[in-house]
Each structure stands twice: as C-alpha cells, then as structure tokens.
C-alpha cells in the first residue's frame, strides 16, 4: 500500500530501479581515473606558484601583502660599479625566497601586487609531501616551476589598448589630446576672478573693474578701501571699510565665496 492508500504494482519499484540502472550505462561516464588519466585543467589554473627570480628585486611587497604570512624573504645589499658613473650603484639581492605551501590559501595577493612580475601561476599540482615541511618551497623549488606557467592570453582584439601602447599612442599624436585640458584650467581661473569682482562693482561709476587708479582717484575717500584688497576696489568700499582684508570674500560669500581665498594668495 502506498501512502496515499493505493495498492502499488508489484516489482513497480525494482523496475524502475533497473531502468535508472540502465539508462546510467549508456551514458559516457565523467569521471576520470586520476593517476592513469591526467585531468584537463583550464590554463590558468592554480596549482603552484612559480618564481622568475631575475625579476624580484626584494620589494617585498609580496610578503607583506600575504594574508597568511607564508613568503619569507631574505636578502643584502650588493655595490654594482656602473661605467660612467659618479659612484658605485647598489641593488638587492636574494639570499631567500620561500613559499610555505602548507599555509597557503592560493588567493593570488602576492601575484596580483608583485610589480615586476617575478610571480606566476602554474597549473601544476603534484606536489603533495609525506612530510608537512617539505612543502616549503625554496626559490630553486620555485623557479624549477617556471617551465610549466603557461604562455600569456592573447589580447583580445576588440578590448582596450595596454597603458603603454595608450601611451606610446598619446606620443605619437602629438602634444594635442592631453595639453589642451591643461591648458584650459589656467585659462579658466583667470577668468573666474574678476567674476566676483563683477557683481559688486558699481553700475554707476561706469568704469570696469579693471581700472584699479582710475577707481581710486575717482572715490577719493574710501582709500583704505582700495588698499585692504583689490578684487574689492572701490565699489565696496561702504562694505570692506569694515572687514578690512577679508572683506571682499565675506561680503559675497554667496556670489563667489570658494574663490575669495584663492585671490588673496
Ligand atoms: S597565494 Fe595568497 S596565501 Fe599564498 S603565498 Fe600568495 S598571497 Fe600568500
Ligand atoms: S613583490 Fe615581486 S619583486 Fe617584490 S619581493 Fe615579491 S616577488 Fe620580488
């Protein structure tokens, strides 16, 4: 009987097993027998890291990015003559590089930051030891895996030139792209300046802004005015009598007020 009070077919179930059976036998099995048949890993896998120990200049970057804190790193100080120079140059130099492999979590930090490419990954994994010690890998161990990194991706085609052909392309055209948008900024302060210059000055006096001695002379009193600022000339000087230097920048905090500390450097 079945849960619902049905009575059920005799041998239903058996049946149904042997057709699951079957229909499992006809199907191409996936699973791959390890050690006799080499899996197919994708090329970038990660399986150990590989050291180019002519790149490493003992930036130790790596080793203090690792988040396990399994890459020791030793090194000295090495005086290289250079023909022509003034005195002798110095440059690091490897004693030891060593990953502990046991520790490692293959999260690609110490890869990713390395900037002189010194560090790759390699797919290959055979590596395991009887003993957890040995899977500290020295730099020889390290380098001995660099064979086995795989060649880099081709570039794709339709995606964004590398930063030194955008560079070397920049080059090429000229100083035409990136000069213009530096040169637009001075240009462009300038002329914010006497803008807030200009809302204040007087409509009256006729005068621009710019006729510094001829505001001046025309005010006559208000000297002092003058002499506090000169974004403020003459036209403000009823409001920047009072607030001496500053006044002009706080009499129209609300025209130009970001520019009024820039004046008065
Ligand atoms: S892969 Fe990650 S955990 Fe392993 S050595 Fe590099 S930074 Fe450290
Ligand atoms: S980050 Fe690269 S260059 Fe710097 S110590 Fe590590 S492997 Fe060497």
């Not at 030793?74 to 590089?97: T, W, Y």
């Not at 730099?139 to 880099?152: E, F």
């Not at 505001?215 to 403020?232: D, F, K, M």
């Amino acid at each position: 009987m079945s849960e619902h009070g049905e009575r059920s077919t005799p041998g239903k179930g058996l049946v149904n097993g042997l057709a699951v059976t079957l229909k499992t036998m006809t199907r191409r099995s996936t699973t791959q027998q390890y050690p006799d048949v080499e899996p197919d890993l994708p090329p970038r896998s990660r399986g150990v890291i590989a050291l180019l120990e002519e790149n490493c200049t003992v930036c130790m970057l790596c080793a203090r990015e690792c988040p396990d804190w399994c890459i020791y790193i030793d090194s000295h100080k090495e005086e290289v003559v250079v023909p022509g120079a003034a005195r002798p140059r110095q440059r690091n130099v490897l004693d030891r590089f060593d990953i502990d492999f046991s520790l490692c979590m293959y999260c690609g930090i110490c890869i990713e930051v390395c900037p002189f490419d010194a560090l790759y990954w390699s797919p290959e994994f055979e590596y395991s030891e009887l003993d957890v010690l040995d899977l500290l890998h020295d730099k020889s161990r390290l380098g001995d895996w660099m064979p086995t990194v795989p060649p880099p991706p081709a570039h794709d085609v339709l995606g964004e030139p590398s930063k030194e052909e955008a560079t070397a392309a920049r080059k090429a055209a000229g100083p035409g792209a990136a000069t213009p948008a530096r040169t637009a900024r001075p240009a462009a302060r300038p002329a914010a300046r006497p803008a807030p210059t200009g809302p204040t000055p007087d409509p009256a006096a006729g005068g621009p802004a710019a006729s510094a001695a001829a505001s001046e002379t025309a005010a006559g009193g208000p000297a002092t005015g003058s002499a506090a600022g000169n974004p403020a000339p003459e036209t403000a000087a009823p409001e920047t009598a009072a607030p001496e230097g500053r006044a002009p920048g706080g009499s129209v905090p609300e025209g130009g007020a970001p520019e009024a500390p820039e004046t008065g450097k």
